[in-house]
């Protein structure tokens, strides 16, 4: 199979979860007639992802809707055996069923026990959205709140990125894979918002985070929003009192600065998917992974 994701330039852990996860359960990519479509929200019409695919079979697992003007369409050569959530069952008329995002089949790996098993280093970490690394210092911003920084790139390696959200008891994300492998991990979570409005877009953002939520029967959790002002009337109306005397983004900057700090600091209320919810999980991901491996003839690995 090709294993079909987004790849970043800069990398993002989430997406290169992928090229570390799949060849671990359905083996190394071998060009064939199939290609294999996992993490990520990339489920929209005129995706690039598909364009070269034709008619190869594509096989969805649990893989997420990005929500757009129209809903997406798909012919006979979709093989969609599950999806992430109930908002992607949604777009195709709830004729499939939706389990869980794909990373939580990272609980079927041989690695996992070792993994989940890492001595607890840091209180906090906090892991915001790869998208959001340009704004601030975040390892200087975490340092100051005597939290642990975990890059959201993949530049030390997805594995670990995956020991280092292990290591920690708690986990602020702002970047949804973040949140997930946390919750993959039995590490409670809270979720921030800084940039996605403007990076990812509100509406994308909200949707995938409801579409996984929903799906691991969390249906009331709250997130801690955090203005992000660009360069907007803010950067004016400072322009225009200061006379031009004083930097409208230094200052903005320093605002969101000071409200982030403050905010990330007093972050009390983190969550955690039940156990039988994860039994669940586990169970169904198991049985969509062992046909799979059947059907391309893979010795069944892990639990």
């Keep these: 199979m090709n294993y079909i994701y987004y790849k970043d330039p800069k990398g993002n852990f989430g997406d290169d979860l992928n090229g570390w996860l799949w060849p671990k359960l359905f083996g190394e990519e071998k060009p064939d007639n199939d290609a294999f479509i996992g993490i990520g929200s990339i489920l929209y019409n005129g995706s690039p992802l598909f364009k070269d695919l034709g008619n190869k079979r594509k096989i969805v697992f649990g893989t997420g809707i990005r929500p757009g003007y129209r809903n997406f369409t798909w012919d006979d050569s979709w093989d969609i055996r599950f999806l992430r959530g109930p908002l992607s069952a949604c777009n195709f008329n709830n004729a499939y069923e939706y389990i869980a995002d794909a990373a ?40 100051k709140l005597g939290f642990h920084y975990i890059s959201p790139g993949s530049e030390n390696g997805v594995e670990h990125t995956l020991r280092e959200i292990a290591a920690s008891k708690y986990v602020i994300a702002e970047a949804m894979h973040g949140a ?106 198991f049985e969509k992974a062992a046909q799979l491996k059947q059907e391309k003839g893979v010795v069944l690995a892990g639990r």
């Design 180 to 285: 997930i492998v946390a919750d993959i991990l039995r590490v409670p979570w809270s979720r921030f918002v800084l940039s996605t409005p403007f990076t990812e877009g509100g509406k994308v953002s909200e949707f995938k985070w409801m579409d996984w939520l929903h799906s691991i029967q969390l249906y009331n959790t709250e997130a801690t929003h955090i203005a992000l002002y660009r360069r907007s009337s803010l950067h004016k109306k400072i322009r225009s009192l200061t006379g031009n005397m004083i930097s409208a983004e230094f200052l903005v900057k320093k605002v969101v600065k000071d409200e982030l700090l403050s905010s990330l600091s007093n972050i009390s209320d983190y969550y955690l998917s039940s156990d039988s919810v994860i039994s669940s999980i586990d169970s169904r991901f």
């Design 104 to 143: 939580y089949a990272l609980r079927l790996t041989n690695e996992f026990n070792n993994i989940q098993q890492s001595k607890k280093k840091y209180e906090v970490s906090v892991i915001p959205y790869f998208k959001s690394q340009e704004f601030f210092d975040w390892k200087a911003l975490c340092d």
